[in-house]
């Protein structure tokens, strides 16, 4: 373990990788799924309150972070018009999948178990932009993911407690730009050889 306030170099790298997607965004070489970035802002920071409940301590920062990040994502996507903001069925699906598993954390009160909703709800709000990285990988931005993949892996070291409140969400944070990398850069390649 590291020590804790660790967890501020894993703020910074989520809002640099944040705030290198906006500026992709105005350059117009990236086009982020609204549907997804809406809710990657929303339910961290719903997750970040319950944390705050249940006494989690420095490792929320990086919750914070997750949601004030793609906040800024969708500012920008929404002001350039810059964005993938055609809701076909599959995003209505997983928007609505995302909405109730955030309905059934509010409900439940109960803030250890309402992480482990707001992943379900987070990676089902995750998953329009995982096909449209691999449909359109040269719409995303592997510096992103791997910047916040990092911060989520300083956030994991810095843990002392290791109850699920503590350290779900950034694994969860971890598994899937792990994951976005692999797709994007994969496909990448695949494109180009293909």
């Not at 909405?99 to 509010?106: Q, S």
């Not at 309402?114 to 987070?122: H, P, T």
Request: net charge positive; aromatic share 10%; glycine share 8%.
């Amino acid at each position: 373990m590291i020590d804790p306030r660790w967890v501020f170099v894993s703020a910074v790298l989520g809002m640099a990788g944040s705030v290198r997607y906006a500026f992709a965004i105005v350059r117009g070489t990236v086009r982020p799924n609204l549907v997804t970035w809406s809710l990657w802002a929303a339910v961290p920071l719903i997750a970040f309150s319950a944390q705050l409940d249940s006494g989690v301590g420095l490792p929320a920062v990086q919750t914070l972070v997750a949601g004030a990040g793609p906040l800024v994502v969708v500012v920008t996507g929404v002001c350039t018009r810059q964005n993938l903001a055609r809701l076909g069925a599959f995003d209505l699906a997983c928007a609505l999948a995302a909405c109730a598993a955030l309905g059934a954390w509010l409900g439940l009160g109960e803030a250890a178990l309402a992480v482990v909703f707001a992943v379900a709800a987070d990676a089902a709000a995750a998953l329009p932009t995982v096909v449209k990285a691999w449909h359109d990988p040269a719409s995303e931005n592997l510096l992103f993911y791997v910047l916040v993949g990092t911060g989520a892996t300083v956030t994991l070291l810095t843990i002392t407690s290791w109850s699920p409140a503590a350290w779900a969400f950034a694994a969860y944070v971890l598994t899937l730009s792990v994951s976005l990398v692999a797709i994007v850069s994969g496909r990448r390649r695949a494109l180009r050889y293909a």
